[in-house]
């Protein structure tokens, strides 16, 4: 069985920085894509960044330029870094794998979400 487990959210005020990470664990053969979702009240989730097992990202146009998606696949990590935050910005943030297992192949997985608030 695998998880997902976020960490990194809190409140921030406009300008600011924070970091998110989310671990992977369970019964892992290896690791494709990785990628950060967000979900804002009365709004659909959408896409923020995603990172491939070799390292190439690609991020929605509303991020570029202050955040930076990073893996580690020692730790079966992947890293959100945001700067310069917006109100806008402000979701849960949900953390997704696509990941291979010896049970089932290979499957998409999410994290529990953890919240982002940007606020004065």
């Known amino acids: 069985q695998v998880q997902l487990v976020e960490s990194g959210g809190g409140l921030v005020q406009p300008g600011g920085s924070l970091r998110l990470s989310c671990a992977a664990s369970?019964?892992?053969?290896?690791?494709?894509?990785l990628g950060w979702f967000r979900q804002a009240p009365g709004k659909q989730r959408e896409l923020v960044a995603t990172?491939?097992?070799?390292?190439?990202?690609n991020y929605a146009d509303s991020v570029k330029g202050r955040f930076t998606i990073s893996r580690d696949n020692a730790k079966n990590t992947v890293y959100l870094q945001m700067n310069v935050l917006k109100p806008e910005d402000t979701a849960v943030y949900y953390c997704?794998?696509?990941?291979?297992?010896?049970?089932?192949?290979?499957?998409?997985?999410w994290g529990q979400g953890t919240q982002v608030t940007v606020s004065s």
């Open positions: 369970g019964s892992i053969f290896s690791i494709d894509l």
């Open positions: 990172i491939t097992s070799g390292g190439r990202s």
């Open positions: 997704n794998a696509v990941i291979l297992t010896m049970e089932l192949g290979m499957d998409g997985y």
